[in-house]
């Protein structure tokens, strides 16, 4: 059967399963967006390529499944620059199209062309520029394979427009073998000399501490990591990248640790004998001052990547494998630390003296964020999804709502993006349309992305937006107030400009706002109760709240700081 490169490309996604492409058509990769229109593949048409990569990203956070994006050459690729670097730092898995000039053309300064593979060589598992339409089936089914296996992350395929034009004999990859990729070996055969001796440090451990890390969900571990947990009677930390891999209603989790986790959490972590990394990467954000990270612990790495083992903080036993067979081998050897009463009763001091807490809300004054987000968890149904811009109310979020399942927080965790709130919060209302979906979202970030509520309504995509409005970029406000001497330069956004309210319905949706706490608890309810179209809440919050616990950058976990209020210091 003979078909065009396009149709080809088209049909290649059709046979991996895709159901959504997020994307903007161009000039470059416009052969591509003709299949499509016969296509079984549903297009959401979005207002930024930005907007498409998060969009592919909250899909992919949501589902499991690889997200994928299309967008033409030029400023149409670097504009989706920004979430494949956010995906590469996640780990999370993306199949992103970009058009390119046609063959002939590149390198000579094309109109609209830019060379895209080179600007993402550092920041994709691998990427691919097509040479000729006979390529495209082959380039398809190994990028989907290189962004699923092994520590998943985004690949990027790019197309010329004159390969996409081409003919070609229509076939598709039926073994792996044929996807031409060789040394890529993502699964290494588990070392059982390397979990013996983990297992030998696992039985003299007293105080041992599980910290859990995004690659816990990656590997699909929860079920194996709540068994392990309840055997050995471990405690539990789940960083920023991991929330909801372990409940947080069960008695063993002791929350989220780093720069603004729990005191308890870290505290543990700094005082433990033995620390059991799944899947994490020893973050700076979570280690604080290295050399005084977790100082007297043994340490056993469970990683997927071989690359993670003491790039950071060095690994007494590193085991590289996926989580959830690492943690069935354990199980396998009976490794049972001893009797950790001693050490559960000092963990129970710390959670009973340095709780999570925050001033209490005034009926007539500003809202206070943390209530907010509380407010809203406890109206919520179960299952929930939250996604969350980057900032203090990302912290608020990953702290005050109570995750208990996989695929419920989605956010940006290494990157940092600011804006990736809003689009990826429709990203995930797409794979799970029959979940709830929230989005956090400050003030400050919400305007960098807020256009994609047009592909929202346009779409039918009913998410529900928070903006924690506090007038401020809040944790660069917090900073300037903490370490900058109050000096606060180029922070100040406005609460009223723009009007929030108007914006929401001059895209179509419908804006609410709520000053006080009648207000919050009115339009909470108002909201719950629109499920056709896409809802944005101004909720006018006090801007001098700060974000606490916190460790300074650079600084010892041993000198976080709790709220005022445990410091016996007036706010």
């Known amino acids: 059967m003979q078909l065009t490169g396009a149709q080809a490309l088209i049909k290649s996604l059709e046979q991996q399963g895709v159901e959504v492409v997020f994307g903007l058509p161009g000039g470059a990769i416009l052969p591509v967006y003709d299949p499509l229109i016969d296509s079984s593949i549903r297009h959401i048409l979005v207002r930024h390529e930005q907007g498409a990569g998060h969009m592919a990203e909250g ?10 994006a299309m967008v033409t050459s030029g400023p149409g690729a670097t504009n989706i620059v920004t979430p494949i670097g956010n995906a590469h730092m996640d780990s999370t898995p993306l199949v992103v199209i970009t058009g390119q000039v046609a063959s002939g053309s590149i390198g000579t300064d094309a109109f609209q062309e830019c060379d895209i593979t080179g600007i993402t060589m550092g920041i994709t598992k691998h990427n691919f520029l097509v040479k000729s339409a006979q390529e495209i089936p082959r380039a398809v089914a190994a990028a989907f394979h290189l962004a699923t296996t092994g520590r998943p992350g985004p690949v990027l395929i790019d197309v010329p427009k004159d390969v996409t034009q081409s003919m070609m004999d229509w076939w598709y990859p039926s073994t792996i ?21 983990a297992v030998a440090l696992i039985d003299v451990a007293e105080r041992p501490v599980l910290y859990v890390g995004g690659g816990t969900l990656k590997s699909r571990a929860s079920a194996e990591l709540l068994a392990f947990a309840e055997r050995t009677k471990m405690p539990v930390v789940t960083t920023l990248m991991a929330r909801g891999a372990f409940p947080d209603s069960h008695e063993q989790h002791l929350g989220m640790p780093g720069m603004h986790g729990m005191y308890t959490a870290v505290t543990a972590i700094q005082k433990c004998d033995l620390l059991i990394s799944l899947g994490a990467r020893f973050d700076d954000r979570v280690t604080g001052k290295i050399p005084a990270f977790a100082a007297g612990a043994k340490v056993i790495h469970v990683d997927i990547d071989k690359a993670e083992f003491n790039k950071v903080r060095h690994a007494d036993v590193a085991v590289q494998s996926n989580v959830a067979a690492a943690l069935l081998a354990f199980d396998a050897a009976s490794a049972t630390p001893r009797n950790l009463d001693a050490w559960w009763k000092q963990i129970r001091a710390w959670q009973e003296r340095y709780p999570l807490v925050y001033e209490e809300p005034s009926t007539d004054g500003l809202l206070r964020p943390q209530h907010v987000i509380q407010a809203i968890a406890a109206k919520a149904e179960p299952g929930t999804i939250i996604a969350s ?130 207000e919050m608890h009115d339009v909470i309810e108002e909201a719950n109760k629109i499920n056709d179209v896409p809802v944005v809440i101004d909720f006018r919050t006090d801007s001098s709240e700060k974000v606490f616990p916190m460790v300074a950058a650079g600084a010892s976990n041993d000198d976080i700081m709790v709220h005022p209020l445990q410091r016996g210091v007036a706010k």
């Not at 899909?59 to 994928?68: D, E, I, K």
């Not at 912290?395 to 208990?404: D, I, L, P, V």
């Open 59 to 68: 899909y992919a956070l949501a589902t499991g499944r690889p997200g994928v």
């Open 177 to 197: 073998e044929e996807y031409d990729l060789p040394g890529y070996r993502p699964e290494a055969p588990l070392d059982e000399n390397a979990i013996a001796r």
């Open 389 to 518: 811009g980057v900032g203090q109310h990302q912290m608020w979020a990953s702290q005050f709502w109570k995750f208990e399942e996989p695929g419920t927080w989605i956010n940006s965790g290494g990157a940092g993006t600011m804006g990736f709130g809003v689009p990826s919060a429709i990203g995930a209302k797409v794979g799970r349309p029959e979940r709830t979906v929230w989005c956090i979202d400050g003030d400050g970030c919400f305007q960098m992305t807020a256009q994609e509520l047009v592909t929202a309504r346009a779409e039918g995509i009913p998410i529900k937006v928070a903006i924690l409005n506090n007038a401020y970029l809040g944790m660069v406000r917090q900073w300037q107030e903490m370490f900058y001497e109050e000096r606060y330069s180029e922070v100040y956004l406005s609460a009223d400009l723009p009007d929030y309210v108007k914006w929401a319905e001059a895209m179509g949706c419908v804006g609410l706002r709520a000053t006080n706490l009648k």
